[in-house]
């Protein structure tokens, strides 16, 4: 033992000592997961260094099937060649076949020129259940309800509560349980939930897929007698409307549940452990009803006490059906799961008056209130209604609910101090309404728990402007808000729907801010699988409502967002398995639509445009709206730029002439159907109209100025100074108005106080970010607060153009970074770092007067080109001294930009800049 001390004690040592250590080693972009069924996983893996110019020369990758022949460097299961490259992202799996539900153990070495890279990390991956054989469980499940239910338009459906118990007679070496509970479930042994993951599986369309999870459950098996529980709530399984407008909502069944645990014991023989008819079931439990629209019920007095442990008396309980499985194909869940990601303290609580009370959280977030300490009677009801905001006498403000009830109740059961939260639904709130409290309420009886998919906060952002700081960090509240294993519109109101228009650019900005890569992975698979065999995408994927209108540009998420998995991530799967789908898509809507080379079909416009009154939701003022004919074929035409681009990733070489051809016809039709050739500007000239031109590259070079002109007045003469564009305009308008040299035009629209801006959103109490540039005044038939469309392509502005963080097109991934930053006169200082897949990228910039300071990073395994603004490229120093390094290359000189190329580390560099 003392021996393995020392041995530590010294590895440790040197690990803190070396030049180049390896860290965050990834599998499928996770760390050490569970319970995969790829085939061939990718790797991944960062350097870290306190030198410059570190790069990875070589690799080798071993993967053992057990942690011993790890250590000894017996890779029995794949032992790759030393390969002579500096890549470290996603490399595939070329080892033996893997098996079902096994445990691998894996590492990298690497040779950097620098000497050799160390790590003290171990990390490993199991696989799932790869065939559909190795499955023995069976599907189970109560598919009626009972007396006490509805199955109308106000859906009511208790949880199903199911148990077993099972003896273990050895000693286990590892116990796993693979589950998918559906619409959602809790699971529990012995007593004690098994995960931190809330809200779970993910959801989907179950028609086409559905998740499994898996845990590693093997110190919760004891010796003797075990007790195996699960609870299963309805989510979007069981919906949250049944038989009510069927035609638009999609409705899948009744909760059921496929369990199976698999333990191995020490002297080599297993025992599986499955969901079958032996289990027993009880549908008249504590959880009355769980819609994620309307709110949970729980009667404390109706709880089943020790019913997940051993020795409860099960003898009244039913046998549970033996069920159809879902129609889709039972897939591992790659993405990560939902949880309590943030715990919130309550910033007042007051009483109104009849037995109200009137809680603030100080913050619009999703999640639920926890209450704790509570002492009361036995059948005493504590109600919860929750709301956004309130109205001028101090009550709730529900009317932007629509029909959603969002009321939780719970009953107590009167035995010391009670707490609770509810288990499968969320609320979108800042204030909740109380009322039936036993006793006096204070702020400590609740707390509120933000619930979002568990995925790092990857991005920082400060600067001198409060303003600019207070939406960057509403944004953050919104985002996070708003992805549940899906990225929905809103959390709060009767939809939370996964709108694909909402993300076609935020998705970008977004991850900058959050490590979205297998969030949105996934919805690219949700978006395939909701296509019709005709080819057409829904507006909603997963399909939970039958929305398919055939639009452009909220499709074109599919497209744009796979392109963006590539340059953020490297991560070019999604674009590689959906290639085909997306073609499919791009053919149907030109065979169907495409007249003269005109995209005739678009719904949405330029949705939400600031209106002519604050009362309207949408313009009617024919001068705000831009042509949909114009919007829908200068999108058309971008996405035939991404597909050249996919075709060439994919190997589909002669189809990128074929996309080249259409839209060299379209940018011509589009010039002469939209262009006005004596006033220079394109339909109507709104902003967005013109833009689009200009920045998807439609416009002749020779027009660019003039149209721009017009973008120019519009905004600054006629608007002073503030926006005039809806979803489609804002996902250009920051970096369109930036890469025209209009850098101080965009931080004034950005930093506004006055309507319409997200500064306006401010500085009227919002903390997030509305639907509505009128989000306060307009018609509440649709003023969610807490939305993120309206975002579009800002978050990207901020960090791009601001903090001048962005990835090479070539080198993707910021494996090779372009450092830019955009200096508005107005803005003192910006300070932003990035967590990209290669390592921490930081920009830190301050000016004054005529001085700019500007500190960077560039992480170990990449490298960066730099565009230094300065008076002259004498100005320009790093650490103090003149640019004679040999680890800078200059690059050259133009219009007061000094551009140069430099290995990774850290640079302090300062010039004059007038």
């Known amino acids: 033992m003392k021996i393995n001390l020392i041995i530590a004690f010294l590895f440790a040592g040197l690990i803190a000592t070396a030049q180049v250590t390896i860290k965050n080693l990834r599998c499928e972009m996770l760390t050490n997961p569970l319970g995969i069924d790829a085939l061939q996983p990718r790797f991944s893996w960062q350097l870290e260094s306190r030198k410059k110019n570190v790069v990875q020369t ?174 299963l709530g309805n989510g979007r399984f069981f919906t949250m409307r049944q038989n009510y407008k069927t035609q638009k909502h999609n409705t899948f069944g009744y909760p059921k549940l496929l369990l199976q645990l698999e333990i191995e014991y020490a002297n080599g023989t297993k025992q599986i452990v499955v969901s079958d008819e032996s289990w027993k079931l009880n549908v008249d439990g504590p959880i009355r009803t769980n819609n994620e629209y309307d709110g949970e019920e729980y009667d404390a007095t109706k709880e089943f006490n020790g019913w997940y442990t051993t020795g409860f008396n099960d003898s009244q309980w039913m046998k549970p059906e033996l069920v159809k499985a879902p129609a889709g194909k039972l897939i591992a869940q790659f993405a990560e799961p939902m949880k309590v990601m943030k715990s919130i303290k309550p910033v007042s609580i007051k009483n109104i008056g009849n037995g109200k009370y009137i809680l603030d959280m100080g913050q619009n977030f999703a999640g639920w209130l926890k209450l704790q300490n509570i002492k009361g009677k036995r059948g005493d009801k504590i109600n919860m209604k929750f709301a956004e905001s309130l109205k001028a006498n101090g009550e709730l403000f529900t009317a932007n609910l629509r029909d959603a009830k969002v009321t939780d109740v719970y009953t107590l059961k009167g035995i010391a101090t009670e707490s609770w939260h509810p288990a499968f639904v969320y609320h979108g709130f800042r204030y909740v309404e109380i009322t039936g409290f036993p006793g006096i309420a204070t702020i400590n009886n609740f707390e509120g728990q933000l619930v979002y998919d568990a995925l790092e906060t990857t991005g920082s952002f400060e600067t001198s402007n409060s303003t600019i700081n207070s939406i960057y960090k509403n944004a ?93 991530y490297g991560d070019v799967k999604p674009i590689q398995k959906n290639y085909d789908a997306m073609k499919k898509w791009m053919w149907y809507m030109r065979n169907k639509y495409l007249v003269n080379y005109i995209m005739t079909k678009d719904k949405y416009g330029d949705w939400c445009v600031p209106p002519e009154t604050l009362e309207l939701i949408h313009a009617k003022d024919p001068a705000r709206l831009t042509d949909g004919k114009l919007i829908a074929t200068a999108y058309y035409y971008k996405l035939l730029s991404f597909m050249q681009r996919f075709a060439k990733l994919t190997g589909n070489l002669a189809e990128v002439k074929e996309y080249g051809v259409l839209g060299d016809s379209i940018r011509t039709a589009f010039q002469k159907t939209f262009y006005n050739e004596e006033k220079k500007y394109y339909s109507n000239n709104t902003v967005t109209a013109n833009l689009l031109p200009l920045y998807f590259g439609i416009c002749p070079d020779s027009l660019k100025e003039k149209v721009f002109e017009n973008i120019y007045h519009k905004i600054h003469v006629e608007s002073k100074d503030h926006t005039t564009t809806g979803l489609i305009g804002t996902q250009y308008l920051f970096r369109g108005l930036t890469d025209y040299n209009n850098t101080n035009l965009a931080f004034t629209l950005a930093s506004n106080t006055t309507y319409p801006s997200y500064g306006y959103m401010v500085a009227n109490g919002a903390t997030t ?133 430099v290995p990774s580390g850290n640079y302090q560099f300062k010039s004059t800049i007038k």
């Open 58 to 231: 070589s690799f080798q990758i071993i993967v053992s099937s057990t942690q011993q022949k790890l250590n000894a460097g017996d890779g029995d299961m794949w032992k790759s060649a030393t390969i002579n490259d500096s890549k470290s992202l996603l490399i595939g799996y070329e080892g033996k076949p893997l098996q079902s539900a096994t445990k691998y153990f894996w590492k990298v070495k690497v040779i950097t020129n620098k000497g050799e890279g160390f790590t003290n990390e171990k990390a490993f991956f199991s696989t799932g259940l790869l065939k559909a054989e190795d499955w023995k469980a069976k599907w189970i499940g109560y598919d009626k309800a009972s007396a006490w239910d509805s199955i109308t338009q106000w859906s009511r459906l208790s949880a199903r509560y199911l148990r077993k118990e099972f003896v273990n007679a050895s000693a286990v070496k590892r116990a796993t349980v693979y589950i998918s509970g559906l619409g959602m479930y809790e699971l529990f042994i012995n007593g004690k939930k098994i995960g931190d993951q809330v809200l779970a599986p993910n959801p989907t369309d179950y028609r086409k897929s559905f998740f499994y999870n898996t845990h590693d459950v093997t110190t919760q098996i004891k010796t003797g007698k075990n007790a195996i529980a699960t609870v």
């Open 476 to 568: 953050w509240w919104g985002i996070a808000s708003n992805y549940k294993g899906m990225p929905v519109d809103c959390p709060q109101r009767n939809e939370r729907q996964p709108w694909l228009g909402d993300r076609v650019i935020g998705a970008q900005g977004e991850s900058f801010m959050f490590d979205n890569a297998k969030l949105y992975a996934k919805w690219m698979d949700d978006i395939e699988q909701s296509q019709t065999a005709e080819g057409a995408i829904p507006d909603v994927a997963p399909a939970f409502w039958n929305y398919y209108s055939d639009d452009v540009t909220w499709p074109a998420a599919f497209i744009t967002i796979s392109n963006n998995l590539y340059n953020q």
């Open 769 to 901: 970010i509305w639907e509505l540039w009128n989000g306060n005044t307009a018609d509440p038939n649709m003023n969610s607060q807490n939305h993120v469309m309206m975002l579009g392509d800002l978050i990207t502005w901020f960090y791009e153009n601001l903090a001048g963080i962005r990835t090479d097109k070539e080198a993707v991934g910021f494996k090779k970074i372009t450092m830019k930053p955009s200096l508005p006169d107005s803005l003192h200082f910006v300070n932003a770092a990035y967590k990209s897949s290669y390592g921490l990228i930081k920009s830190n910039w301050k000016k004054n007067n005529s001085k700019l300071e500007w500190n960077i990073s560039i992480p170990a395994n990449t490298s960066a080109r730099i565009f230094i603004p300065a008076r002259a490229e004498s100005d320009v120093t790093e650490s103090g001294k003149p640019l004679n390094s040999d680890d800078i290359k200059i690059i050259g000189w133009k219009a007061n930009v000094l551009t140069i190329e």
